[in-house]
Nanobody, 123 residues
Framework: QVQLVESGGGKVQAGGSLRLSCTAS????????MGWFRQAPGKEREFVAA????????SYADSVKGRFTISRDNAKNTLYLQMNSLKPEGTAVYYC????????????????WGQGTQVVVSS
């Protein structure tokens, strides 16, 4: 069992940056594939980025590629999402998730989820 807590959300103007963090407790993150998802009002949850246990196993949604960077610090048991050049359509609740396995997964088939952190991007 692993507990995930996101932080770092907030309000930012379009073009700005935020860094989200996801801290895990209960188990070490190094044994999980990790992902970030988001859900905008009235929309379904969508994949943003994922990082596997294998070095270089990273995937991004086309909508964030080149602007967002996912990373993990296994020593700190923390997952990050650096978000640059934010757009108003990035307004959503952002969730981190964990699943057993070595490789990235871009669907919502994750075993553990955090409570989410709100990101609001104003135009």
């Amino acid at each position: 069992q692993v507990q995930l807590v996101e932080s770092g959300g907030g309000k930012v103007q379009a073009g700005g940056s935020l860094r989200l963090s996801c801290t895990a407790s209960g188990r070490t993150l190094s044994t999980y594939t990790m992902g970030w998802f988001r859900q905008a009002p009235g929309k379904e949850r969508e994949f943003v980025a994922a990082i596997g246990q294998i070095v270089g196993s990273i995937s991004y949604a086309d909508s964030v590629k080149g602007r967002f960077t996912i990373s993990r610090d296994n020593a700190k048991n923390t997952l990050y999402l650096q978000m640059n050049s934010l757009k108003p359509e990035g307004t959503a609740v952002y969730y981190c998730a964990a699943r057993a396995g070595l490789w990235v997964v871009t669907t919502a088939n994750y075993d553990y989820w955090g409570q989410g952190t709100q990101v609001v991007v104003s135009s």
